[in-house]
């Protein structure tokens, strides 16, 4: 009967950058300096000036009351991330709409949240932070520093699979193997879980998901009580400082 | 998955039929259709920015429709609670970003979550289908005062003394205890103010001295209107308790229309309380407007400022009777003409306005009014008159009508002015003052059937009305049953055609077969033949002989 062309799934190549509204970097500092640890994660804007990380680790040390010889590191830290990001910047990345699922699985205070859901990393209208917003709104949480937990860690996920179209590019060129096997490789190597759109898409599927497997789907969050807090705190600095 | 279309956008399928209620402002939207508001809203799923492709694979107009179909059956499913966005996309499969445009697109233009109560805690930026919490600042929207703000009457106005009319006269009403040759009314606290105290708020109204000196410390005047608003409340009977406002809520959200039933259900309450309890809670205009089947309260609003603002127009024109009595009406019949224009009431407010006994009957005439043109209304007012003219010779004269005129019926505008008197009793007056040196007889008759007059006209126009909607409703039934019938008749067709299909298909297929068969008989055929000629031994072969035997009959 009728076929379904996946028409406009054309990659088209960019220079590299966040595949989202806002091209913010996502920035993970753990630091640990004579007992005390500071982890902390949150977006960056690559295109403020470096005086401005100075003034930043400077202030959160301050605020955090950590003592001065954290700001080194903290700094080190992220100029580190940064660089990361702006070796990448001069590159051609493609973009192409594939669909792919990313999860979150986050303990933030003691809200514990877990939750899966489909992700166009080739729309470059999306916004990690608009999602968390109202993810944290229907589901009526009220602590502030969720949403912003959330929506890092959807940025990491989505810096993680556009660096490795990029390097995928980059080795690909390297090897000379011609202009075909850009797309091949990016399309194994990178999201191996990329969504089967016909089964969805296609004439006979249906994008309505059947409702035994609404469950996977959905969000999940917990609010731990203050003593499991403690606990869970525990088991987790230990764990990371054996790994 | 889309339910069968009815055609009219104020009714959803679901078996048994439920009427839901849309805003008007969404009420291009179809089932089976994509409308161009949508194509524009969300141009990624109709190829591009031109809006008007199809798409890719996974952003096309089929896919369109059955997320947008899926959410919106998804919040009829209970339409009193908000959908959320999470609540779909665990559902649906797709880029959570398109997604979440996609149900920003509907939540804003009214087509989910429209009737549902707002539950955010933190302010945020609603949608304007919903309910506006407060009235702004600048306008007061007054309550109608409960019924016994409306026994005290004066009988019809100062200029008739010693007459007592019953209490279906509006003079006294609209002015309460003002009469001409008093003091000006003050608009906070109704008492009369003594003269040089009045003072001009910023938006015409006068106040006492006293209020304003109020006002003036508080600082706010809604506060003011508020306390007012209150001590009418409380003048009438015991102030609203929460317990009495949750129980007159169950009985709205109960007995939707029927005030009877509801006040009923709030046992200490008469209806007309809690129809002003109701408006004068923040939502309530809202949900009135929920249950009349139109969710913005437009008209109600409408004709309460515009009660009141007669009321202020009348309150300034007091001072000269004369001249602006035309200057008044013409406002009238403008402001009735606009409306009338504007907005079509449905059946479910006209009975509730036609049902309540505390309102004047010039309120109700006006409202019914408001409904139909001018010129009906004049027509009824016409006929009215000529038939209370033909009853009583002295009709005639009370409507200070020379024969002549009478004859030619060349007064459609003074009937025009009666007939849409929300100051009918002061048109008495005003007739009253124009024509001086009348006795108090000649007035006396002459209000009486200047209400009757009004009365039959009110008649009038709520029959001509209500035909109208009779055969309104009949056309619209008959474009039902039609379009049911339609509907039918392409699912049969559907049904046929298919089937046919499935022939033809069995048909080519069995012609193969039949190919297939022979083309393997012919085989075996070959096969025994070299066999014998070779002269291998053949066992006899069951299936085979057969198959032989059955060949000419296939």
């Known amino acids: 009967m009728k076929t379904v062309s996946l028409g406009a799934n054309r990659p088209s190549a960019v220079k590299f950058r966040m595949p989202t509204r806002d091209n913010l970097v996502p920035i993970r500092v753990d630091v640990e300096v004579d007992g005390q640890r500071y982890r902390d994660a949150f977006t960056w804007n690559p295109s403020d000036p470096d005086s401005e990380i100075i003034s930043f680790a400077k202030r959160t040390a301050k605020d955090l009351k950590l003592p001065a010889n954290f700001v080194p590191q903290m700094l080190h830290s992220i100029q580190g991330q940064l660089a990361e990001f702006r070796s990448y910047e001069g590159e051609e990345m493609q973009i192409r709409e594939k669909i792919v699922p990313l999860k979150i699985d986050l303990r933030i205070n003691n809200t514990v949240i877990r939750d899966q859901f489909l992700w166009d990393i080739g729309n470059l209208d999306s916004d990690p932070e608009e999602f968390a917003r109202t993810l944290c709104d229907d589901l009526n949480i009220t602590d502030p520093e969720v949403g912003p937990a959330i929506a890092v860690s959807i940025r990491e996920q989505l810096y ?37 759109l016909f089964k969805y898409f296609g004439s006979k599927g249906s994008v309505v998901r059947k409702r035994k497997e609404w469950y996977l789907y959905e969000p999940v969050v917990d609010v731990a009580r203050k003593e499991e807090v403690g606990a869970i705190d525990a088991t987790e600095e230990l764990s990371s400082r054996n790994a | 998955m889309s339910p069968p279309a009815a055609g009219a956008a104020s009714s959803g399928e679901a078996p048994p039929r439920e009427l839901y209620t849309i805003p008007a402002s969404s009420g291009w939207f179809r089932w089976d259709e994509i409308h161009e508001t949508e194509r524009r809203a969300l141009p990624e799923f109709f190829g591009g ?58 939540d804003a233009s009214g087509l989910i979550n429209f009737s549902a109560s707002p539950s955010r805690p933190a302010p945020q930026k609603k949608p304007d289908a919903e309910a506006i919490l407060e009235a702004p600042v600048g306008l007061q929207v007054t309550p109608r005062p409960p019924a016994s703000y409306f026994v005290e009457e004066r009988g019809g106005g100062g200029g008739e003394n010693g007459f007592r009319l019953p209490p279906l006269t509006s003079y006294s009403d609209v002015f309460g205890e003002w009469a001409p040759g008093r003091g000006p009314i003050c608009g906070f606290c109704g008492e009369e103010c003594s003269d040089g105290s009045v003072q001009t708020l910023k938006d015409g109204f006068k106040v006492c001295s006293n209020c304003y000196a109020n006002d003036e410390s508080t600082g706010e005047a809604n506060k003011h ?76 609003k409408n004709q309460t400022t515009e009660r009141k603002v007669d009321k202020y127009i009348v309150k300034e024109s007091s001072s000269q009777p004369t001249e602006t009595v035309d200057g008044m009406q013409i406002d009238e019949n403008k402001n009735d003409t606009d409306k009338s224009n504007e907005e079509r009431p449905t059946k479910h407010r006209r009975l509730f306005s036609s049902i309540d006994p505390t309102v004047s009957l010039m309120e109700k005439l006006v409202l019914l009014t408001t409904s139909s043109s001018p010129d009906v209304v004049a027509a009824a007012a016409d006929a009215a008159i000529k038939a209370l003219g033909n009853e009583n010779p002295l009709a005639r004269k009370a409507f200070h009508l020379s024969e002549k005129e009478y004859r030619t019926r060349a007064f459609s505008s003074i009937c025009a002015r009666q007939g849409d008197g929300i100051v009918g009793g002061q048109d008495a007056e005003m007739l009253g003052h124009s024509v001086p040196g009348n006795k108090k007889g000649k007035m006396f008759i002459s209000t009486t059937y200047q209400v009757r007059a009004a009365v039959a006209t009110a008649l009038g126009v709520a029959a001509a009305r209500a035909k109208m909607l009779a ?11 039609a379009s049911i019938i339609e509907t039918q008749l392409r699912k049969i067709q559907y049904k046929i055609k298919h089937f046919e299909e499935l022939e033809l298909i069995m048909d080519q297929e069995y012609a193969t077969i039949q190919q297939i068969k022979a083309s393997l008989v012919n085989e075996w055929l070959q096969v025994l033949k070299q066999a014998f000629e070779a002269g291998v031994p053949i066992p006899r072969d069951e299936v085979l002989m057969q198959l032989f035997q059955n060949k000419p009959t296939l």
């Open chain 2, 471 to 481: 055969n309104q409703e009949e056309r619209e039934m008959e474009l039902l049953m």
């Open chain 1, 160 to 196: 993680e699979i556009a660096s490795q179209s990029v390097s995928a590019m980059r080795e690909a060129r390297v090897s000379k193997k011609g202009r075909r096997a850009p797309e091949f490789a990016s399309n194994s190597k990178a999201m191996h879980n990329s969504l089967d």
């Open chain 2, 49 to 106: 920015a031109g809006g008007s492709g199809f798409g890719t694979a996974s952003r096309n107009p089929r896919i369109y429709r059955e997320y947008r179909d899926y959410i919106i059956s998804k919040y009829r499913e209970d339409p009193s609670r908000r959908l959320t966005f999470t609540e779909v996309r665990k559902a649906l499969v797709g880029d959570v970003t398109l997604l979440r445009k996609l149900f920003a697109f509907l």
């Open chain 2, 225 to 300: 209107l508020g306390d007012k608003k209150e001590r009418a409340d409380n003048h009438a009977s015991s102030a609203w308790s929460d317990a009495e406002t949750l129980v007159l809520l169950e009985g709205v959200l109960k007995h939707g229309d029927d005030w009877d039933l509801i006040s009923q259900h709030v046992r200490t309450k008469n209806r007309s309380e809690c129809i002003a309890r109701l408006i004068q809670l923040p939502f309530g205009e809202h949900m009135l407007g929920t249950i009349n089947g139109k969710s913005d309260s437009k008209l109600h």
